[in-house]
């Protein structure tokens, strides 16, 4: 089975642009969470999609949202961008049964870089 | 809130010495624990997991008990190898409450 795909893996954008991210979760995997990994905050939750519905959000502003698509694709966008939003930018998926016990798999990443 | 804390790195340790990364934890809930590593330039790899008190999880050598009454999910390994170098990072799911944490990672590096 293909892992999970995110393209492109590195961007480099200027302060006030936007950006797309897109996801490719592993075939019969309905929930897409994304992710943002920095030095120096670690590792947070953006948010979730299951059914092309959002299920789960973390503590981010408006400016970062998404989507998801009918075959489970999901996108992300990023609008104004700023320099602290450069991080790689992690997709996982899963099964989508929204327990607690649920593995999620995740890409490679996008580093994007905001100058 | 849900959080998770694990020890600071780097850890570097030498080829075959035993491994520990403390990882403790704080929920409202019920929540499953998770070992991610992530080897250099690459997404995070599921390590093992635990979904309830004493369970253990055990993946090429790495183990962790989900100890409730410590609150903590510790890595262990008995002898590591130069492979393991890797970053290591202990995660809290708890989807009741619409949750899921990581703690900062701990670098590990292991030296012939």
């Known amino acids: 089975k293909a892992g999970v795909t995110q393209t492109p893996r590195y961007l480099i954008k200027t302060r006030g642009q936007q950006v797309t991210l897109s996801c490719s979760p592993i075939?019969?995997?309905?929930?897409v969470s994304w992710y943002q990994q920095t030095p120096g905050q670690g590792l947070q939750f953006l948010f979730e999609?299951?059914?092309?519905?959002?299920?789960n959000k973390g503590n981010f502003p408006g400016r970062f949202s998404g989507r998801q698509f009918s075959n489970s694709r999901s996108e992300m966008n990023v609008s104004t961008l700023e320099l602290g939003d450069s991080a790689l930018y992690l997709c996982a998926s899963s099964v989508g049964t929204g327990t607690s016990q649920e593995t999620q798999y995740f890409g490679p990443g996008t580093r994007l870089l905001v100058l | 809130g849900n959080s998770v804390t694990q020890m600071e790195g780097p850890v570097t340790l030498s080829e075959e010495a035993f491994l520990t990364i403390n990882c403790t934890y704080t929920a409202t809930g019920y929540p499953s624990l998770f070992w991610y590593v992530q080897y250099p330039g690459e997404g995070l790899q599921l390590l093992l997991k635990?979904?309830?008190?004493?369970d253990k999880g055990s993946n090429k050598g790495f183990e962790a008990t989900y100890r409730k009454e410590t609150t903590s999910f510790h890595l262990e390994k008995g002898s590591v190898q130069v492979s393991d170098s890797a970053v290591y990072f202990c995660a809290l799911s708890d989807l009741d409450n619409n949750d899921m944490r990581f703690g900062a990672g701990t670098r590990l590096t292991v030296k012939p």
């Open positions: 075939s019969g995997h309905r929930s």
């Open positions: 999609y299951f059914s092309e519905t959002q299920r």
């Open positions: 635990a979904t309830k008190a004493d």
